[in-house]
């Protein structure tokens, strides 16, 4: 396990699995590279389940972990801890310990296919535009403290002083440009919201979002668009299924995989060939 937030949920769901005869050992982060680390080093043969206590971040750093070991890996299970939690909402997992418990102890194995974006791997989305932007510059302490409304401050912020470049986008070979690309593997983008209804963690493939319009205004659309359920509804959004994405711009813009900036344009994102496992609630 990974992860500090929410102590009494954490405490909670360890007292759920051991009540069902399960030992639990537990592992805490002291810095971001840990749970890819210990990713890396956990074995099926040693363990039945890993399980990621944290955000989606940290989820993202044991995903790349288990996914770079060349051993076989336990099946990956979720205590969501973060501020937004997107990757417990697509696979249905409530915040309630009990529910918690009986997912690790008893889930749903299911196959899953990661993205992977420059060399790193991500279960959510991969994306270049406005929204990294946002995250990049979205300060820790303003999350600990307002959560996810931190990200809205810091795009209100942003919109007006944010260069809004154009990207020369190719998904398997077609052409496109856009202002904002999103590689999805999930249905979900920032919590409940579903920006590609499409996207399945079990397929190998990604939907591409690509946002057309620029400027303060259309964000304003594109949030209240993505709030109601209607963003990929909308004449300037287009959702392109493919296997292979490629993204250029003049400029080295910033590229955050699941919520954390990981590297800059230019960009290249595949999908796995190699499956991860997942637990998910029966």
Known sequence: M???????????VVEAIERRGVE????????PDDAEAFGRAVSANDYAVVVAAGGDGTINGLVNGLM????PVPPLALVPL???NV???????SGAAEDIAATIARGIRRAVYPGRANGRYFLLMAGTGFDAWVVNHTRSWLKRLIGKGAYVAEALWQAARYGYPAFAVEVDGHPFTA???????????????IMAPAADLTARSLEVCLLTARGPLAQARYGLALAFGRLSTRPDVTIVRG??????????????CDGDVT?????????SDKPLWMLVPG
């Open 2 to 12: 990974a992860g500090r937030r929410r102590p009494d949920l954490l405490a909670a």
């Open 24 to 31: 639990v050992h537990q592992r805490f982060t002291t810095g």
């Open 68 to 71: 770079q070991a060349t051993h």
């Open 82 to 84: 973060g501020t937004a």
């Open 87 to 93: 990757l417990a909402a697509e696979i249905g997992l």
């Open 179 to 193: 202002h904002t690309v999103i590689a999805c593997k999930s249905r979900r983008y920032g919590g409940p919201h």
């Open 243 to 256: 296997t292979t994405v490629r993204v250029s711009c003049p400029t080295a813009t910033p590229v955050q």
């Open 263 to 271: 590297c800059t344009v230019p960009l290249d994102i595949t999908v």
